[in-house]
């Protein structure tokens, strides 16, 4: 089992090791690398690219045959560089039918070569087809106009012919790189017309060229006798221009020499001016350096009045500084010696505020010490005061036990008893009049349905002095 498994194993890796060299023999077989003046156009299952310089795809490609499934392409070679087409010994009519030959030679260049790829199956197809496009156009032009015209035209022929091709040529793919060019015209077989009409040139020519030769001659011996003529009336001006150019000559002389003693006078005296201005700018410039030296000496007296001031000033101000910065240090002590305790209590304050307990306990602690005061003082108040205390009970206890009871409900009730006590004596009953009670009467009522109720005395009850 382990030898079949190892069999197994060998027989794979032999066969993916043929696999890999034969995949690389193919690659390096079918690998294609396109030259610089053409462009392959590829054709494979799913798409059609171009390779070559300066095509987006590159310029290599694997060149694999058509009959391999799914990875087979065709290619068609077309050139990118320019290629020409000639048009020899092309017979042709003019409008009055006569005939002629003529040579063309025209220039193309291939611009979309996918397009031209899809109009043809080779580069040879499309120089056919160009060629029959060239013809058609050079027939239809040259019908239309008279031979002399086209002989002595030929520039602008060449120029309709490039025209009548130009949109024919767009569908190919393919773009002119210059005018079409018509070469030469001569005669068909058996036919003199180009001929005689270059007779009839060169006659033409040998009559313009005999009548030029004969008005060049008239031309000439006319222009000898004017130049004789005005030979000799140049000769006369000679003579006359000469005197006077002497007569001339010495009145410039005397002129002259009178103009150069003026010169010289005028010299001196500029030679002079020129002296008396060196001078003077010579003054000028020596009170300017004067004036220029004091003023630089007063501006050094100046800068140094500045620099002394400027100094004084400066201890002043730090002779201020220093006695603010150290009245500012002492009020900020005095500051934080006063915010001491306030911040102690501050931070008692807090300490209290977040702790219940001791809250309670101060609390407590107030509450006994008031509690104390409070006593001291109403014993000072009893002690001081005249009081009588009435009670219903057989106990003085069971009455009021305190002052602030008189302000209660229970308090009421004692003061209305201590008031019917009153009554019961000749001393209480004065004062009671005097205050304008009087319990035993009736009330008196606002209505005649009013009841009237009899004040029930309480019952004799004992007295005791607290």
Known sequence: MNYMIADLFTFVWVFLGAAIVITLIAALVFRRVVETNEVHIVQSAKATRSYGKDTPNGNTYYDWPAWFPIIGVTKIVMPVSVFDLELQAYEAYDVGRVPFVVDIVAFFRIEDSNLAAQRVESFDELRQQLLSIIQGAVRTILASHDIDRIMLERSIYGEQFTLAVQDQLNSWGVVPVKNIELMDIRDAADNMVVHNIMEKKKSLIEMESRTEVAENMKRAEIAEIEAKRETDVQDQQAQQVVGERTAEKVKAVGIADEKALQQIKEQQRVTKE???????????????????????????????????????????????????????????AEKLMQLAPVEAQIALAKEIGQNEGYQNYLVAIEAVAANQIVGVEQAKALTDADVKVITNSGNPVDGMTNVMDLFSAKGGTNVSAMLEGLAQSEQGERILDKLGIHPGKKAESNGPEANTNDFDPLPPSKTSDV
Do not use: C, Y
Not at 276 to 281: L, N, P, Y
Not at 303 to 310: H, L, M, N, S
């Open 274 to 332: 020129k002296e008396m201005a060196v001078i003077q700018v010579e003054q000028v410039r020596q009170a300017d350096i004067t004036r220029e030296a004091n003023v630089v000496k007063a501006d050094e007296d100046r800068q140094t009045t500045i620099i002394i001031a400027e100094g004084q000033l400066e201890e002043t101000r730090k002779e201020s500084e220093g006695i603010q910065i150290e009245g500012t240090a002492r009020a900020e």
